[in-house]
């Protein structure tokens, strides 16, 4: 069993707007991925295309646990290849800001011989995903 993936951080945002942001579809396009439907439902599944630009994976997905915002756990597993890992988003206020907590675990799963699901892979995405993509969504600045 590999160590998760965890990337912390602290947005200058009350938790009713990071939750939005990680479970309104229409927010999630902007910073994350373009879902053709997303609910924060357990049991709901979900599908996307993604990858690096010389192959693209369909990514497949379902929602396994809810709790309004505070915390989000989806499924993540490619179509075609073995292994499912589990991605959470955990929530929790920090006086005015919001203290948001990823975790990816069960990469170990997916096949090793394939380069583009190595771990180093998704340590980057997820923190340009949490760290730019998230952050400047949620903390534009002011011009």
Known sequence: MSQPIIVEHLFHA??????????????????????????AEKGFNFSFVGGPPEKQYTHLCEVTEVVPGKKLTYSWRYDGYSGNSFLTFDLSEQGNDTLLKLTHEGLE?????NPHFAKANFVGGWDHIVNTSLKNYLEPEEK
């Not at 799963?109 to 011989?113: R, V, W």
Request: proline content about 6%.
């Open 109 to 113: 799963t997916f096949p090793a011989d």
């Open 14 to 39: 009350p938790i009713a707007k990071v939750w939005k942001a990680i479970t309104d579809k229409s927010e999630m396009k902007i910073w994350y991925f373009d879902l053709d439907e997303f609910k």
